[in-house]
């Protein structure tokens, strides 16, 4: 049996261009807070599973929601943590790792 992957199209870069850097780091953090556990301040399995249809990911299986956190989490503890999550979504973005040097330079530099 075929593995089945979520679909995921590539909106960010036309986001950056209409939000600006800075303003899309700020939805990223949106994204992030609306999937985390209230009470472990992180996205845990658990939390992504139960959230997932909120970002119309209704059909996301235990394995790819599994494969998400895996893929995600840099410092092995089984979560993501909002600095996690950001480097996740510039990942899985081609459009955005082309011009995420200048995008972090512009969100310096409106800070």
Do not use: H, N, W, Y
């Not at 989490?73 to 979504?89: I, P």
């Amino acid at each position: 049996m075929a593995a089945r992957a979520v679909a995921f199209e590539d909106f960010f870069p036309v986001m950056v261009e209409r939000l600006g850097a800075r303003g899309f780091m700020e939805e990223l953090s949106k994204g992030f807070r609306l999937l985390m556990d209230e009470e472990k301040r992180v996205i845990t399995l658990e939390s992504l599973k139960r959230k997932a249809c909120l970002l119309g990911l209704q059909g996301m299986t235990d394995e790819d929601a599994r494969s998400m956190v895996r893929e995600g989490d840099l410092d092995g503890d089984g979560t993501l943590d909002e600095k996690e999550f950001c480097v996740l979504m510039f990942r899985l973005s081609p459009g955005l790792m082309k011009g995420s040097k200048e995008m972090l330079e512009e969100a310096i530099d409106s800070s």
